[in-house]
């Protein structure tokens, strides 16, 4: 695997030039973020083409830049939160509806949507269960709904703003609070961030122990996300079965890693811990019971009429819309976007022969992205066992190129694509920004959503299954 | 289905914790405050199956109007501090504050001070504390049903 590339400097002037002769080439949008602060912030562009990534950066004079929204529709959001939190005006991006801001200005972030009939239904922040906060805000027509606004970031705490200053090795707490559920996928992006601004190649053993750790987090993840589609669907023993695999599975990661949501299991630069054979070895046995029990119950879902009317053909995402918003994660495959970030990032973790997941009806709805999961839970077991049968070692990681100003790291998290961008000064911070699986399939949850009926929305959204936490920062 | 039913009967009478000890109920309503997400795994693994809280009459309710017990997570981001008072605001008294994990306590906390209101107790008065990162199911369920308790004692009519 090769170092961050260095950063293509261009003018204001040709940015949108560039960005798109490099998108009809094929690229694809890894992360926009900006970075400095007025009267000139820079914007930062991270594309990537297969396995090969290209970074851009110009200057935002006066806070202005063209915007490459319409060459790249997945940077909606990207754009409107540089605007939110580093004042940059996107040229051309119209309406620039506020974001990560909360402005009093009710005309600033709801979408006006008028006719006879149209009323709204607003849901949140607070919502009627165990769930995090946020607000949904439909249009609807009758049932219909026509329209979604979101308005997130209700859970912003300014980890971003809060990491910069910090040395490298205390930027992983920040990486890793960002959301308990996607904890080691986040601060394994982080790392490999750190790492590549520091010229550092992670060894063997660091590559092994980190898969080992993300897929333990897949593993409770895909779980606890089927127990959650099975309660969006009003299947209470499925619920109740996916929950007590999580459970233990969830125990699997406190005995061999010391913590439920293995926290504290990624440091840059080194492994945090080693396994112990006996520990992995009841681990082993342990995961392969899961993955069996979890198979036996997928099957006899399958077996049910029911629920399968009730997931079939409801929220359905067309491929081209998938690649077209930048849908990544399960959400993605089940569209049949076959791709996978543990397959483009190979040299960094350990994947020798993993290929992304086909489900049999990649028809892009909740059938499809329940099933995609259950595929992959079977391989996120398959990997597990055979890394615990030879239990990796500590970890840790080498100088093996130049050390540059700019890291960004990249991994499959549950949820899907998480891009970690790192800027330092040697040792410092300057600059961190994460995007996660989440933060790229909220806006194509809401381009999902309008032309289904209100009632289907909780479980369409029970089966995207994304993070407020891991979007709001 | 019914092979499903009968492995969870055999995982209740396995695993699950003692019969109840206390009688009484409790309504829960859950607000999150700026959270990792992690309290609320926690939180939610507590009522499934090997904790089952509802077996010991606790139970999660839609709205703060049907609730006892005001359950917290996550520092108070300046965004959430106004829906938390309307949700307190909402409940019947006697009513309970509990802060559910590190963050809501404000222990460790991480982030920008500019977005943070501050823990709990800086905003609501707060009875029942529940340290840990993230508190385990089974400390959250323990709190809990300490807090069967507390309801019962109406101690803390004196502070309206
Ligand atoms: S206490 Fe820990 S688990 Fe709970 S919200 Fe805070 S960081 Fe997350």
Redesign the interface.
Known sequence: MSPTPAIEHVDAGSWRATVSAAVERGAELDCLWAAGGAPDPAVRLALRQGAARRLFSTRAEGSRVATIVDLLPAAEWDEREAHDTHGVRFDGHEPLRALVAHPADRAAWVTPVEGPDVHEVAVGPIHAGIIESGHFRFHVVGERVLHLDLRLFYKHRGLERAAEGLTLAAGIPVAQRACAACAVANSVAYAQAAESTLGLQPDEDLRRSRTLVIELERLYNHLHDLSALCAGIGFDPGTMTFAALKERAQRVNERIAGHRFLFGTVRVGEGARSIDDAGASSAHDEVQAIGREAADAWRTLTFMASAEDRMRGVGPLAKEDAERWGAVGPVARASGVHRDARTDERGLLWYPDLQPARPEHPAGDVAARAEVRAAELEQTCAILTGLLTSPPGRGSSAAAHEPASLGVGRVESPRGATVCCVEADEDQITRLHLRTGSYANWPVLARVVPGAILPDFPLINKSFELCYACADR | ?F???K??QH?RRTVALPAPARPGSLALR????????????????A????YDLERFGIS?V??PRHADVLLIT??V?T??AG?LRA?YAAMPEPRLVAALGDCALGIGV???P???AGPVEDLLPVDVRVAG??P??AAIAEALLDALDLVRTPRREDRR
């Open positions: 289905m092979v499903l039913l492995r969870l995982l859950h607000v999150d405050c700026g959270s990792c997400n992690g309290c609320e795994h926690e939180l939610t693994n009522a499934g199956p090997h999660v839609a709205s996550g520092t981001t965004r959430m829906p949700a991480l982030g920008d500019d977005q943070l990162c993230p385990t199911p």
